[in-house]
């Protein structure tokens, strides 16, 4: 079975400030993908990366950045000079690449909310 | 971006009501998820739908009827709820490359934000 723990329940950060938050996981699976989501308060949920367990080359894009690390499962997400608008609460997720039907399934941690105040 | 949209967008209910959720993906997309998000759970997957066959049910009370006419649309038909079905439900999409597994990336509509009385 699978798991995803994020432990950090709410983080509450100044405007300008870097917050990282974190994502750790758990499968006997050696081939994943890793995902993170962002849902502002309207509800929906937005897709922001998608890894795959071959690739663990960190990635940038504009403020966010990501950092892979196999060796000790972890998928943390960082947001660099935050805004207010970055205020949500953030996903990550867990599904498993396979021969199998339920390749779908994906195995979300329970959330960080991130309030960013001004 | 407005891939897949979900109406209405709130909804209240009685316990002998019946309504239906309707859910729409504007992404060409051929697999169709219904979640439900309630407050301090992790989201739980309800029903999966490929090529409009329901692949998931995950063990949900039968007073949620879901039904897939086409790819492109979803409904979760609600009869004689319990309080406790209080939840946002989330569509979601992704697509299905023909006779391989459907991993990719699943895109979220905006909700339903649903409260039984």
């Known amino acids: 079975a699978q798991k995803v723990t994020q432990a950090q329940t709410e983080i509450s950060v100044v405007e300008k400030e870097d917050v990282t938050l974190d994502c750790v996981y758990e499968t006997r699976d050696t081939t994943y993908y890793l995902f993170w989501y962002k849902q502002p308060p309207s509800g929906e949920l937005v897709f922001l990366i998608r890894?795959?367990?071959?690739?663990?080359q960190n990635e940038i894009s504009g403020r966010y950045s990501w950092n892979f690390q196999k060796s000790t499962s972890s998928f943390n997400f960082t947001i660099t000079a935050s805004q207010v608008v970055d205020s949500a609460v953030y996903f990550c997720?867990?599904?498993?690449?396979?021969?199998?039907?339920?390749?779908?399934?994906?195995?979300f941690g329970k959330g960080t909310l991130l309030t960013v105040n001004p | 971006e407005t891939g897949v949209t979900q109406t209405p967008r709130h909804l209240v209910m009685g316990m002998t009501n019946k309504k239906s959720l309707k859910c729409e993906q504007h992404?060409?997309?051929?697999?169709m998820y219904w979640y439900k998000q309630s407050a301090k759970k992790p989201l739980e997957l309800m029903f999966v739908?490929?090529?409009?066959?329901?692949?998931e049910n995950n063990s949900v009370p039968s007073r949620f009827s879901p039904e897939c006419p086409n790819s492109s649309h979803l409904f979760l038909h609600l009869h004689t709820l319990q309080p406790e079905d209080s939840a946002l439900y989330l569509c979601a999409s992704s697509s299905n490359p023909s006779g391989g597994p459907f991993t990719d990336t699943q895109y979220f509509g905006p909700g339903t934000r649903l409260t039984v009385l």
């Open positions: 992404l060409g997309h051929n697999a």
């Open positions: 890894r795959n367990s071959f690739d663990e």
């Open positions: 997720a867990l599904s498993i690449i396979g021969d199998g039907g339920s390749n779908y399934k994906l195995t």
């Open positions: 739908y490929n090529f409009k066959e329901q692949t």
